[in-house]
């Protein structure tokens, strides 16, 4: 692969290492300074409240020993302040006057008000950068028509993503996730777009209901590659070779990426080996911290922690030392699959979804992970069902698992059998598995649930 081919922006992307620290170092000490100067109800007040000025921050292992500056519950509290002291919605961490604000997208609103994000036109062409970066990755061209199955209403992956298809030069069919998955297969026979953008569950939505609304599988349909992001999946061997193999060979990448400059993306071995970090002049994600006490892991070769986001250039609404509450790994060894040198991770799952069975520590993903690999015995769809509130669970731990088509009495002891065991084996818990009819769990073209809290209809 020669580098034009390799690289969007081969002048960035393939910088030597100590030439890419460097200007990691400097671009954070400008934007230290900007948030501190810029946010004195937010960002400067967590600065001061540990006694940190800008000028105290001289390097990397200083900023790491700097607390955790936003989470989620924190973006809502400090939306709540700013309608009461300026009267709009948007965070008093937000650092750029309101009137360079050109462009709000949020989050679902799921666990209540939706959190907004906010970016100047900079911001948005940073994200173009980011978006591009990864898609050229994956193979997209310009000209290349892209399928978006993204979610369209306000969120990141919506609008953003049409227009940073447009402006890398492709022709983007904004069907969105919204328009359900019959309308978004009229769009993909009319078209015949070269790749498809949207969640794995998307992917696998495509696959079950296109014979029935086309009369034709998905693997006639000419998608050659599929970028997914948004929930677990696209790194999971069994789910990967269901995606492919029902696309008829399409390749399939796992991206997490979007706000703040962030750009990750898996490399195309058949083997999966976590998120490729290709963006770490803007944007780091792989700072990782205790789930527990918030210091800093030492980042080296399969270390794991809750991932801190940091924007070195964002303008609206920075990033900066910013936690989703995601549990990374991370590693920094040449890249197995393709030879990648710089940094790489894998999603584990969410810290706040962790469930403690006794004093093991179990994620839903990881359950996922193990049931994947029964399929085609299984579809793949499952949930962990929860009683009551976690973490703390007394086993044996409720699993719902979808069964294939066409299994019936003794095969469907043998499976559950086969599962438990499984489980308990590699996960050291003792799990009852419910199997269920294939289609009887909820299927959606956004994220996919791992988790069903049956305490909350009550």
Known sequence: MTESQQYWNPAVEGLPLEELKRIQLQRLMTQIRYVYDNSPHFFRKKLEAVGAKPDDIRSWDDFRNLPICRTKEEDRVAQEESMAMFGHPYGTYLCAPLDQVKHVFCTSGTSGLPTFYTFTEADMRLNDESWARSWW????????????????????????????????GCRPIAAG????????????????????????????????????????????????????????????????????????????????????????????????????????????????????????????????????????VHQAAPAFRYSFGDLLQVFTSPCPGCGFTGHRFKIIGRVDDMLNVRGIKVYPMGIKNVVATF????????????????????????????????????????????????????????????????????????KGKLVEKTYERN
């Not at 999966?272 to 002049?281: K, P």
């Open 177 to 312: 996730a919204e328009g359900g998955v019959e309308r978004m297969l009229m769009f993909a026979n009319l078209t015949r777009p070269r790749a498809l953008l949207g969640t794995p569950s998307l992917a696998e939505l495509i696959i079950e209901r296109c014979p029935g609304v086309l009369g034709k599988p998905a693997s006639e349909l000419g998608i050659e590659i599929i970028v997914a992001a948004g929930s677990p999946g696209a790194g999971i061997p069994g789910v990967r070779q269901k995606i492919e193999e029902g696309f008829g060979g399409a390749k399939i990448f796992d991206s997490s990426q979007g706000c703040w400059g962030l750009a990750n993306v898996s490399c195309d071995s058949a083997e999966y080996h976590g998120l490729h970090v290709i963006s770490e002049d803007n944007c780091i994600w792989y700072d990782i911290v205790d789930p527990e006490t918030k210091k800093p892991v030492a980042i080296e070769d399969g270390a794991v922690g809750e991932g801190v986001i940091t924007s070195f």
């Open 137 to 168: 990755r994956a193979g997209i061209r310009p000209g290349d028509t892209v399928l978006q199955g993204f979610g369209l209403s306000m969120w990141s992956a919506g609008v953003p993503v049409v227009r940073a298809l447009a402006n890398m």
């Open 375 to 446: 399929i085609p015995r299984v579809t793949g769809d499952m949930r962990v069902v929860l009683d009551q509130p976690g973490p703390k669970v007394d086993p044996p731990l409720k699993v719902k698992i979808e069964h294939s088509e066409g299994l019936q009495g003794p095969a469907l002891a043998v499976l559950k059998s086969d599962l438990e065991d499984r489980l308990r084996g590699l996960l050291k818990v003792r799990c009852d598995v419910m199997l269920v009819s294939p289609g009887s769990l909820e299927r959606s073209t956004l």
